[in-house]
T-cell receptor, first 116, second 114 residues
Framework: ETGVTQTPRHLVMGMTNKKSLKCEQH?????MYWYKQSAKKPLELMFV???????ENNSVPSRFSPECPNSSHLFLHLHTLQPEDSALYLC???????????????FGPGTRLTVL | AQSVSQHNHHVILSEAASLELGCNYS??????LFWYVQYPGQHLQLLLK??????LVKGIKGFEAEFIKSKFSFNLRKPSVQWSDTAEYFC????????????FGTGTRLQVTL
């Protein structure tokens, strides 16, 4: 148990559906992240939030829409996805040191997404 | 831009064999380095990290890694693997002292046979 939880753990959706992934961290961290993990590819950083403000959008298509209502919760809203978006979506959090330095990240278990 | 290379994609070892997984990064400045492990069906967890000081870093479960700055390497080692070490191992790097992003390698799948 890392203190980072994700729901649901598995999700199957059609290309016309709208769904949301949820992440919650209980570690008191101020930075939260969404990653995409596909087979045989490096983890791809999607979004970074620092004190609820989005500080990085790594050229992610607009069919992925993040939301960070507070430092403990992070959502990823999904709509009109494509089959190639099927992957494991990981959430992570980290403390931020003085001067805005990001430290090691703690990961959740991920949501296994399948787009039909 | 920084990048991380893990040359071994799939490694198969017998129990009690020694392990060394390669990790090389490309970045000219000071870096912080990490090894993460992902056991089957479980979340990514930190094995060990290097920020500064002794370049030989010891982590959990008997793992260690050595930072060799001149070679831009941070190889992971374990003298005697166990069946329970079967997992995927990821090397990662971040520019030290900045608010930049963590860059991961593609991972190495380790399979330990009995």
């Amino acid at each position: 148990e890392t203190g980072v939880t994700q729901t649901p753990r598995h999700l199957v959706m059609g290309m016309t559906n709208k769904k949301s992934l949820k992440c919650e961290q209980h570690l008191g961290h101020n930075a939260m992240y969404w990653y995409k993990q596909s087979a045989k590819k490096p983890l791809e950083l999607m979004f970074v939030y620092n004190f609820k403000e989005q500080t990085e959008n790594n050229s992610v298509p607009s069919r992925f829409s993040p939301e960070c209502p507070n430092s403990s919760h992070l959502f990823l809203h999904l709509h009109t996805l494509q089959p190639e978006d099927s992957a494991l979506y990981l959430c992570a959090s980290s403390p931020i040191e003085r001067g805005g330095v990001y430290n090691e990240q703690f990961f959740g278990p991920g949501t296994r997404l399948t787009v039909l | 831009a920084q990048s991380v290379s893990q040359h071994n994609h799939h490694v198969i070892l017998s129990e009690a064999a020694s392990l060394e997984l390669g990790c090389n990064y490309s970045y000219g400045g000071t870096v912080n380095l990490f090894w993460y492990v992902q056991y089957p069906g479980q979340h990514l967890q930190l094995l060990l990290k290097y920020f500064s000081g002794d370049p030989l870093v010891k982590g959990i479960k008997g793992f260690e890694a050595e930072f060799i700055k001149s070679k831009f390497s941070f190889n992971l080692r374990k003298p005697s693997v166990q069946w329970s070490d079967t997992a995927e191992y990821f090397c990662a790097v971040i520019s030290a002292g900045t608010a930049s992003k963590l860059t991961f390698g593609t991972g190495t799948r380790l399979q330990v046979t009995l």
